[in-house]
């Protein structure tokens, strides 16, 4: 029986103390990891081979970490962690909206890490989200069709207006989540159990911005705000 294929990822971190520390850690968990210290050279890294998920600092020299998660989202979907040394509101925003799917704020505890990644890769694996809070939903037979969106659970392929949609794995997730709960209202914390794949009772934008990512790709009025509460993906 062949071995398993480590897990690549591709960290770019300008740090070389925290570069180094951090790559060990994750070679301690099992994981296969390429460095780089700038973001142009991570770019070329990223063009060069193939990783199953990009670690990015913010502040990095000749291409910052929002510039290279952009880069990088013109031709891939894989999943990205930005970190951040402040959690600056304005580096969580510009980096969520760049298209990364979670972030973390340094430092950052190894464990807490490595839950991150874990969560993140499940999601690149197209698992379907379980049932929320509510009553399981009807076995799905075809695709789900709402107005002039199509999403076909099985095949894992959404269209709008006939035209396939390119769609990152968390927002995938996402959309899989509201549309096994059509019409039915899901707060943030439902969404981060079941679609971020942990709890969390502090900052929610990451929960804000990839709705509003999905929204551009689907449609604006296809998910409604319920203001105070959550959002409901309209029947």
Partial sequence: MSEPVPVTILLVEDDEVIRRSVAMALERYGYR?????????????????????????????????????RRIRESSSAPILMMSARGDSLDVVSGLEAGADDYVVK??????????????LRRAAFVPPGAGPTDPPEEVTGPL???????????LEVRRAGEVIALAPTELRLLLEFSAHPGIVLDRQTLLRNVWDYGWDGDTR??????????????????????????????
Avoid: N
Wanted: proline content about 3%; aromatic content about 4%.
């Fill in 107 to 120: 430092p950052v505890d190894t464990a807490v890490l490595v839950a991150r990644i874990r969560s993140l």
């Fill in 145 to 155: 069709v709402f107005g002039d969106l199509s999403l076909d659970p099985a095949a």
């Fill in 33 to 69: 990891v390429t460095a780089a210290g700038d973001g142009l050279t991570g770019l070329e890294l990223f063009r060069d081979g193939r990783h199953d998920l990009l670690l990015l600092d913010v502040m990095l020299p000749a291409l910052d970490g929002i510039g290279l998660c």
């Fill in 206 to 235: 990451v929960v804000d911005l990839c709705v509003q990512r999905l929204r551009k790709k689907i449609g604006a009025d296809r998910i409604e705000t319920v203001r105070g509460f959550g959002y409901k993906l309209r029947r």
